[in-house]
């Protein structure tokens, strides 16, 4: 295949936040559904997912790399469809736009699943992104356990390209602390 300019699958409420919704889509971002992302698949789109969903962009600064609970929707698309899985961990991100509460109340109000509290512009942080081995996964799917074992398998990929990017950049800085 050529370069593909990956679409980001995005939480429902996005689209519907203003300014950033505009950005969003006008960045290619897709809502979330299963329609969306199977259609893109089969049209052998590059289709970005992050399996843990607002679990991962709702938690606090005290948690960053901290993964959460993934869902196991990805992996039934990919199996489904026969696409490859390639884990990417991003690094910087998490210091960059540094979530340090939530405001519950606004956020019902609001209609979205949380209101941050957090500085209004990203935060000056170099950002890297750690791209793993493709990661193939065939059917027939015998069991939700079994779904499981291989959403679990991508998790422990994506951890440990983050592990290895935060261990480099921490390497990173040591080296220049010493220059």
Not at 85 to 112: D, H, K, S, T
Not at 122 to 135: C, D, K, R, Y
Not at 141 to 149: D, T, Y
């Amino acid at each position: 295949h050529g370069a593909r300019m990956p679409r980001a699958m995005v939480e429902r409420f996005l689209p519907s936040v203003p300014y950033l919704g505009n950005l969003i889509t006008a960045c290619g971002g897709v809502v979330g559904e299963v329609k969306n992302c199977k259609d893109m698949l089969l049209n052998e789109e590059a289709v970005m997912v992050f399996p843990e969903g607002v679990r991962g962009t709702g938690k606090g600064y005290d948690r960053r790399y901290q993964l959460q609970r993934f869902g196991h929707g990805f992996m039934h698309l990919a199996i489904e469809t026969g696409t490859p899985i390639v884990p990417v961990g991003v690094v910087g991100c998490e210091e960059a736009f540094p979530m340090y509460g939530n405001l519950p109340g606004l956020a019902r109000r609001l209609g979205i699943p949380y209101f941050p509290v957090a500085p209004p512009l990203p935060l000056p942080f170099q950002v890297s992104l750690h791209i793993g081995e493709a990661m193939h996964f065939h059917g027939p799917i015998s069991s939700e356990a079994e779904v499981g074992e291989h959403v679990d398998a991508v998790k422990a990929a994506i951890s440990a390209l983050l592990a290895s990017g935060l261990a480099l950049r921490e390497a990173r800085r040591s080296k220049e602390a010493t220059a």
